[in-house]
């Protein structure tokens, strides 16, 4: 079945440098890759997400981009700071058109940022 | 305030026994969802529903059963026949399906222990 494969299964960085984490899927019909952010005893979040006609996307201190040729895509945090802290998840959507498609997450990735 | 709520956050359950966990939106949404957390295995999708009265089976669907009577109440019920219940169950909704438009919107979960 299709899949996506997450890395860094934990990342950490001290306050101030950047982290990256990054994502391969195996559907090349996937059109849409969110971000999700999941602080400890709570739900996951969206935080970014990208769709296959742009290759990068930029939200203040976060940005994603997206390699179709390759199937992988990246979540870059920059000037890190204790509050990213979290669980972070990628997914991918498959399952053919935008009316039936579900999302494959993947295995999520712990990030500590040390202060 | 708009959201999920998902109930109870915590349950115990002896081997054998079918328990319901709930799960209510007043965001209006179409789409609610279940996804199951383990460590290192990221979110898998086990029932969704487009629209009250029908649901699909997701990926991980055996031992699971769910109800979308009303459009605000997703309830899902773990069964005696999951052989490995013990997890962190999240339940989400969004305005159209998850693999197009739609931003999941995610509860704060339910963690099951079976003893």
């Known amino acids: 079945g299709e899949n996506v494969e997450q890395h860094p299964s934990t990342l950490s960085v001290q306050e101030g440098d950047s982290a990256v984490i990054k994502c391969t899927y195996s559907d090349s019909a996937s059109n849409y890759f969110p971000w999700y952010k999941q602080e400890l005893g709570k739900g996951p979040q969206l935080i970014i997400d990208i769709r296959s006609n742009v290759g990068e996307k930029k939200d203040q201190r976060i940005a994603v981009t997206l390699n179709k040729t390759a199937k992988h895509f990246s979540l870059h945090i920059t000037e890190t700071q204790p509050e990213d802290s979290a669980v972070y998840f990628c997914?991918?959507?498959?399952?053919?058109?935008?009316?039936?498609?579900?999302?494959?997450f993947g295995q999520g990735t712990t990030l500590q940022v040390k202060p | 305030d708009g959201g999920i709520t998902q109930s109870p956050k915590y349950l115990f359950r002896k081997e054998g026994q079918n328990v319901t966990l709930s799960c209510e939106q007043n965001l209006n949404h179409d789409a609610m969802y279940w996804y199951r957390q383990d460590p290192g295995q990221g979110l898998r999708l086990i029932y969704y529903?487009?629209?009250?009265?029908?649901?699909q089976k997701g990926d991980i669907a055996e031992g699971y059963s769910v109800s979308r009577e009303k459009k605000e109440s997703f309830p899902l019920t773990v069964t005696s026949a999951q052989k490995n219940p013990t997890a962190f169950y999240l339940c989400?909704?969004?305005?159209?399906?998850?693999?197009?438009?739609?931003?999941?919107?995610f509860g704060e979960g339910s963690r099951l222990t079976v003893l």
């Open positions: 529903s487009q629209i009250v009265n029908d649901f």
């Open positions: 997914a991918a959507s498959t399952g053919g058109s935008s009316n039936t498609g579900k999302l494959i």
């Open positions: 989400a909704s969004s305005w159209g399906p998850a693999g197009g438009t739609g931003e999941l919107f």
